[in-house]
């Protein structure tokens, strides 16, 4: 079963920055693409940054320029660093990810369990 966890989040003032982890464990032949969401209460989950296996990386535009996401395939993890954070980056920031199990197996998606994130002085 694979589980992905993340962690980073907390209380951080305008201006400052977070970088947050999620880390991939379980049964993992190979990780496609990793993603970052975010949510706020009575609003729908939205992406926040995209790298494809392939590809270009691509971020949301209220993002741009202030996060970047990155990874390390030997440990299974993804990263999200967050700079110059602003009080409508709120949310709870969710982990997501294309995962092949066992060689052979199809590709699942999987969702973390979210890292809260609050931005305020």
């Known amino acids: 079963q694979v589980q992905l966890v993340e962690s980073g989040g907390g209380l951080v003032q305008p201006g400052g920055s977070l970088r947050l982890s999620c880390a991939a464990s379980g049964s993992i032949f190979s990780i496609y693409a990793v993603a970052w969401y975010r949510q706020t209460p009575g609003k729908q989950r939205e992406l926040v940054a995209i790298?494809?296996?392939?590809?270009?990386?691509n971020y949301a535009d209220s993002v741009k320029g202030r996060f970047t996401i990155s990874r390390d395939n030997p440990k299974n993890t993804v990263y999200l660093q967050m700079n110059s954070l602003k009080p409508e980056d709120t949310a709870v920031y969710y982990c997501n990810a294309d995962i092949r199990g066992t060689k052979g197996s199809d590709r699942y998606n999987y969702w973390g369990r979210g890292t809260q994130v609050t931005v305020s002085s």
């Open positions: 790298m494809p296996s392939a590809g270009s990386t």
